[in-house]
């Protein structure tokens, strides 16, 4: 049996680690980054702003040139300009100049989702597709976990951020140039499948219109949005994506702040029961992949979504017993990254080949605007009514995504 999809899967895996180490390098170092250019932490809060927003306006072109033309060039130009972008990070010596980094590294980092996604889709067995995606979801939990050893290993050392921010792009100038490498041994039917579809379908249905292929991007992305209009599950799935980052944004935020004020726990325990909540959850993810691959997509949802109305409903009526409330935290993130697999599933089968790096690249749109809207509107919720509110809403939101989840299960794919 060919070794392909394990070494397609790997490697994209391996990327998930390093853009996502990128996506929040800034963020372990605000006080020292602070201390260094005299910026407060609104203004540093920006950089990771920058970041995204890069990032979100990013998606449908790189999803568009992953299509039409390769998804192993977006692969390998995602990870080299991230890494370009936090070698400047940790060049910078101004705060100009880390907006600037910033700007870059957005600009590689948009490129990893609408790369990975297809690649996974045109390499793994529909028997192992669910798994695959649990392990690329899994190494994104180990990335964004990167900075945050990276930075306090550095400082205690006595090293400085500056050579943890270079320790990081070091990582990502190694990988790059291995992926360069790795990516020759990737067949061209994996390398180039949006391309090779869009190919066929351009000489079914339009055989004598050759010249279509020098279309303008602009032109190209106009009619992928129009074509969404008749993409019935594909539009559920985005609504889907943003109303599960929405409630994800609003655990992550805020479950510490939950168990200090609402369960009287002291708030140094409440902050390392959230932390270990997301590893409990990044393990749970691989688990999410088997049943995936066992009992389907939508069965996964389900009970996903529907756990989470239930534990977070039970932790906003502030009736729980402490070590109760402690262990529907550890959970809460579990519930969600449970369906993780299952998501990225259904989008892969409602795809059309040649569209899957700007459908995954909607997906990622969507869970950009639930990470931006969230915790804002959710602290919101605590300062005028109380932290058992919020939690009462985010019970409200899980039961939105139970309902889109009904919704995609009786669409036609």
């Given at each position: 049996?060919?070794?392909?999809?394990?070494?397609?899967?790997?490697?994209?895996?391996?990327?998930?680690?390093?853009?996502?180490?990128?996506?929040?390098?800034?963020?372990?170092?605000?006080?020292?980054?602070?201390?260094?250019?005299?910026?407060?932490?609104?203004?540093?809060?920006?950089?990771?702003?920058?970041?995204?927003?890069?990032?979100?306006?990013?998606?449908?072109?790189?999803?568009?040139?992953?299509?039409?033309?390769?998804?192993?060039?977006?692969?390998?130009?995602?990870?080299?300009?991230?890494?370009?972008?936090?070698?400047?990070?940790?060049?910078?010596?101004?705060?100009?100049?880390?907006?600037?980094?910033?700007?870059?590294?957005?600009?590689?980092?948009?490129?990893?989702?609408?790369?990975?996604?297809?690649?996974?889709?045109?390499?793994?067995?529909?028997?192992?597709?669910s798994r695959a995606y649990s392990v690329h979801g899994f190494a994104g939990a180990i990335g964004l976990a990167v900075p945050f050893a990276a930075v306090p290993a550095a400082t205690t050392l006595g090293y400085g951020w500056r050579a943890a921010f270079g320790a990081v792009a070091a990582l990502g100038a190694v990988y790059t140039v291995a992926t360069v490498v790795v990516v020759r041994r990737i067949p061209g039917e994996i390398a180039h499948a949006g391309a090779l579809a869009a190919d066929e379908e351009e000489l079914v249905d339009a055989p004598s219109t050759l010249g279509a292929t020098a279309r303008s991007l602009a032109d190209r992305l106009r009619e992928y949005v129009a074509t969404l209009a008749g993409a019935p599950m594909i539009l559920l799935l985005t609504a889907l994506w943003f109303v599960n980052s929405v409630a994800v944004w609003g655990i992550r935020t805020y479950a510490a702040t939950l168990l200090a004020a609402g369960y009287g726990?002291?708030?140094?325990?409440?902050?390392?029961?959230?932390?270990?909540?997301?590893?409990?959850?990044?393990?749970?993810?691989?688990?999410?992949?088997?049943?995936?691959?066992?009992?389907?997509?939508?069965?996964?949802?389900?009970?996903?979504?529907?756990?989470l109305v239930v534990l977070a409903g039970a932790l906003a009526s502030a009736l729980l017993p402490v070590l109760a409330a402690v262990g529907a935290v550890l959970l809460l993130a579990a519930t969600v990254d449970l369906s993780r697999p299952a998501r990225a599933t259904l989008t892969d089968f409602a795809s059309a080949r040649g569209d899957i790096g700007k459908n995954f690249a909607l997906m990622t749109i969507g869970i950009s605007i639930g990470g931006a809207v969230a915790p804002p509107a959710f602290g919101f919720v605590i300062v005028v009514a109380s932290v058992e509110a919020a939690f009462l809403c985010i019970a409200a939101t899980a039961a939105l995504a139970l309902g889109l989840s009904v919704a995609v299960a009786r669409t036609p794919g």
């Open positions: 049996m060919s070794r392909t999809p394990q070494v397609v899967v790997g490697l994209v895996a391996g990327s998930h680690v390093v853009n996502h180490a990128y996506l929040l390098l800034f963020a372990p170092a605000f006080p020292l980054l602070g201390e260094e250019f005299g910026a407060s932490l609104a203004a540093l809060g920006l950089t990771v702003g920058v970041v995204n927003a890069v990032v979100t306006a990013g998606q449908l072109p790189l999803g568009y040139v992953s299509d039409s033309y390769s998804h192993t060039a977006v692969l390998v130009g995602s990870l080299a300009v991230g890494t370009v972008g936090a070698a400047l990070a940790a060049l910078s010596t101004s705060y100009l100049a880390l907006l600037a980094a910033a700007a870059v590294m957005g600009a590689g980092v948009a490129g990893h989702h609408p790369a990975h996604y297809p690649l996974i889709s045109a390499a793994a067995p529909d028997a192992y597709r726990l002291a708030e140094g325990t409440a902050s390392l029961v959230a932390s270990a909540m997301l590893v409990v959850g990044a393990v749970v993810l691989l688990g999410g992949g088997y049943l995936g691959d066992r009992v389907g997509p939508v069965p996964v949802l389900y009970a996903g979504y529907g756990s």
